[in-house]
């Protein structure tokens, strides 16, 4: 079974198109994340959510909005797609407990080109 | 500005080498350390992690870390590498007790030769 699981795997796309990619967890936990991989391999936190409610939002054009229909979903649409929004996309999951951290686990990415 | 800094980029050695990785991080107050590794066209999967105690770690893989306070550093370390250990690691910091998202490092790409 997969525990972070994304849809799809590899999405090409042209330029002004609007896409989501969906992310799903069965681990139980209460907090999302949506990371960035850009070209040259850097990751950076993009959007997380606890138990639905947004609680990071990084310096992110608004063309891309996460959506969280419930605990086990966070879903990222993005509007205008732009050839800078080539990138691989890993969402991610962990437990939040206050005064302790938890582990984050990864899906297997979305593969976004934008031509 | 905080950050987490990887200061080997890439790193090229034969199978039965040792290998270290630098992880440095500017961040002050209680931190949290990880490493991941990503095998290529792979997921980021979790090497060790440092919470607290023990300040060397030991993960999967034969790979363990120590947390230097005093040194802001958290370097990876395996005695023996292996072919199969060719990959992209990165080195990752949160700060307690809020603030869960990962901060990483620029990565590390590892290529093990026969």
């Known amino acids: 079974d997969t525990a972070v699981s994304q849809t799809p795997k590899y999405l090409v796309t042209q330029m002004g198109n609007d896409k989501s990619i969906k992310c799903e967890q069965n681990?139980?936990?209460?907090?999302m994340y949506w990371y960035k991989q850009d070209s040259k391999k850097f990751l950076k936190i993009m959007f997380s959510?606890?138990?639905?409610?947004?609680?990071i939002n990084e310096t992110v054009p608004n063309r891309f909005s996460p959506k969280s229909p419930d605990k086990a979903h966070l879903n990222l649409h993005i509007n205008s797609l732009e050839l800078g929004d080539s990138a691989v996309y890993f969402c991610?999951?962990?437990?939040?407990?206050?005064?302790?951290?938890?582990?984050?686990?990864f899906g297997p990415g979305t593969r976004l080109l934008v031509l | 500005a905080q950050s987490v800094s990887q200061h080997n980029h890439h790193v090229i050695l034969s199978e039965a080498a040792s290998l270290e990785l630098g992880c440095n991080y500017s961040?002050?107050?209680?931190?949290?350390l990880f490493w991941y590794v990503q095998y290529p066209g792979q997921h980021l999967q979790l090497l060790l992690k440092?919470?607290?105690?023990?300040?060397l770690v030991k993960g999967i893989k034969g790979f363990e870390a120590e947390f230097i306070k005093s040194k802001f550093s958290f370097n990876l370390r395996k005695p023996s590498v292996q072919w199969s250990d060719t990959a992209e690691y990165f080195c990752?910091?949160?700060?307690?007790?809020?603030?869960?998202?990962?901060?990483f490092g620029k990565g590390t790409s590892l290529l093990v030769t026969p």
């Open positions: 990752a910091v949160t700060r307690s007790p809020s603030g869960y998202a990962l901060n």
């Open positions: 959510y606890n138990n639905k409610e947004l609680i």
């Open positions: 961040y002050g107050g209680t931190v949290n």
């Open positions: 991610a999951s962990s437990l939040m407990r206050r005064e302790v951290q938890e582990t984050q686990y």
């Open positions: 440092y919470f607290s105690g023990d300040p």
């Open positions: 681990l139980g936990h209460d907090t």
